[in-house]
């Protein structure tokens, strides 16, 4: 047997030509010759099926619910600004500096929140699958949303939108992203490219729309407006239906174990553990531009100026971005894929701190096509990036965490944009300070192809040793044991 992953014609011919687990040389057509340790065989009557990915099917469907699921969460977040200075408008006074510091809040926290739930989410996914989780997370996002319509003063807005809206539409989000895995593996990139475009799409409309009804109805009625997409967003959850073989339970109970609700495994990999510090460390200075863009424009250019435009220019370069990368990472191979996200967060860290140097309206909308597309690339490898690092079977609680430690930097960085304009008067160094930490943490990503690397490098030597010292102990075994010495009538063998 010259192969070890060649088929067999004979059972019986083959029992006994390779011992189990045993070191198998193959021969290369330049003659070298290469060692495997082929895996321990399942008992008989255990052997699990393989399990095929569709790559499309009723998988396309799914990735429209899920654009959908992006495009109405992220997109409604993103249009913040629009909302901003309504809540400015109806809650006070545009000029009262500490208004602006607690209105900025609201968007703030419901952004985090949407991350901070990311943890608990995944257990939910995990125990009750991704359609009821997801549908659930919809209805509660739904009642948040049309609660906030009723507020009429910003105090109960932290709660029924910053906490219950954003609450929602996290247990929304995380599924969407775990259900393509069921669906996708060779397109798996190209895909979430697609489906995260869906936020780029909702980002360039909403503005405009958001702009319009506010000034047609009001803020109360435009709120319950974008409840419709919420409950869309209801109905598109019951397409998650989940392929995945489910994890077995070590207990018979209804409830499982601690260690499979917290799924420990992932924090075993030091790759994952860069990744997993090192994105929040980058995401400080993100949301800054989302929400007091908007603010700096009018500042800077006037009242009157077409600020929309930005938000719009931020959404196309972002959709295409995503398509153009998430292709891209198809093509390169596992964790490289980091390099990527590196590119992202430089480019995003210098064109924040561009933005107070634009003088002119047309080198702002350059900053933002930059910054747009750049900001697509690194939102579309993040799902593929988590199946590499930590394999499917454990991504849903790896993304969990992961934007669980995003909810921190995501909360925080608004709010202290707002206290500098407020102190200092302009937003000048509030988006100088926004784009240091993109460079800070793409800095520390770089690290993860070099230690995946060594990882891997270490496991086949100790997984080729270990297949040596078996095979050294059956050929031990099987020599003939020397017969005990010939011994005298009378004598004793001692």
Partial sequence: ????????????????????????????????TKVTVPEQ???????EPTFVHPEGGWGWLVMLSAMWCNGSVFGIQNAFGILFLSLLREFGS????DLRFRTAWVGSLSMGMIFFCSPIVSVFTDILGCRITAVGGAAVGLVGLLASSFVTSLGP???TYGIVFSCGCSFAYQPSLVILGHYFKKRLGLVNGIVTAGSSIFTITLPFLLSGLLDRVGLQNTMRILCILMFVLMLAGFTYKPL???KPRSTGGFCPPVSQIFNFNIWKSVGYRIWAFGIPAALYGYFVPYVHLMKHVEERFGEDSNKEVLLMCIGITS?????IFGRVADYIHGVNKVYLQVTSFFVIGVMSMMIPLCNIFGGLIAVCLLMGMFDGCFICIMAPIAFELVGPADVSQAIGFLLGLMSVPMTVGPPI?????????????????????PLIGGAMLCLIPWVEARTKKRQKEE???NGLDITQKMLDHDKPQEEPPQCKAGESVL
């Fill in 319 to 323: 959709g295409v971005g995503r398509l």
């Fill in 244 to 246: 995945l073989p489910v």
């Fill in 463 to 465: 997984a080729l040793k």
């Fill in 94 to 97: 545009e000029d009262d500096d």
């Fill in 417 to 437: 944009a707002g206290f500098l304009r407020d102190r200092l008067g302009n937003y000048d160094l509030a988006f100088y300070l926004a784009g240091i930490p």
């Fill in 157 to 159: 807005m932290y709660f």
């Fill in 1 to 32: 047997m010259t192969e070890g992953t060649k088929m067999v014609e004979s059972d019986t011919a083959d029992k006994d030509a390779v011992p189990a687990g045993a070191p198998v040389e193959e021969k290369k057509e330049n003659g070298d």
């Fill in 41 to 47: 065989s399942a008992a008989p009557g255990a052997e």
